[in-house]
């Protein structure tokens, strides 16, 4: 890893490490500066390398999540943003790697030297009680969606069941913009720790 700048920090850099302070004593106006502050240059970012605008949100909001959760272990002496760009980098990278596995189909026959042919592979993930499975992992995930409270819970069913926009929802909701980023934001980060609680149940 690369030693600090011996240079002073920027005015930028300073009032970030306050809002980091301030957040990690527990100060949720902290987490919505940063977003605030970040929100567009990290779209910006991300939008070069990511085309579609609403996966470019989508992915800026997850990078948040995983760089507020991980904020204990942010060191200081670092510029944030550097360390908030870093994580939002890596994560559109592994979003964009995803994307681009390869799969073969077997259903479609494969063309080989001696001609077609039709792929057969053993059904080696069968469980007689997947479809159990599913419907209990579908109600964990819905109970965690309608434990929310209101204010969350509209949003997120908006934005992720009604497949609405950012801006369809501000809205309709009557509300800014960043707000209903931050209020989605707040949504995923606690839906996150609900299912992480009952990961057990979810395998």
């Known amino acids: 890893m690369s ?13 970030d490490r306050v809002y980091v302070t301030q957040a990690l004593a527990g100060d949720q106006s902290a987490y919505g500066a940063l977003m605030t ?3 567009q240059p990290l779209q910006r970012h991300v939008a070069k390398m990511v085309r579609d605008s609403a996966i470019v949100e989508d992915l800026v909001q997850e990078a948040f999540v995983k760089a507020f959760k991980a904020l204990e272990r942010y060191a200081p002496e670092y510029a944030f943003s550097t360390w908030l760009y870093r994580i939002t980098t890596n ?3 592994d979003h964009i790697r ?3 596995l390869k799969t073969v189909s077997i259903d479609k ?38 434990d929310l409270p209101p204010k969350y819970h509209r949003v997120i069913v908006m934005r992720h069941q009604e497949e609405k926009s950012y801006e369809e929802i501000a809205v309709e909701l009557d509300l800014p913009l960043g707000t ?11 839906l996150n720790k609900y299912l992480r609680d009952r990961r057990s149940e979810l395998m």
């Not at 039709?118 to 819905?142: G, S």
């Open 3 to 15: 030693q600090p700048s011996s240079a002073p920090p920027s005015a930028s850099s300073e009032e």
């Open 37 to 39: 502050k970040y929100q």
């Open 91 to 93: 994560h559109t990278i």
């Open 98 to 100: 995803r994307k681009k």
């Open 109 to 146: 026959p494969v063309q080989t030297r001696d001609g077609e042919m039709q792929m057969e592979l053993p059904d080696t993930t069968y469980r007689p009680d997947r479809h159990l499975v599913m419907d209990q992992r579908n109600e964990i995930i819905a109970a965690a969606i309608a």
């Open 180 to 190: 209903v980023k931050a209020h989605i934001f707040r949504a995923r980060a606690l």
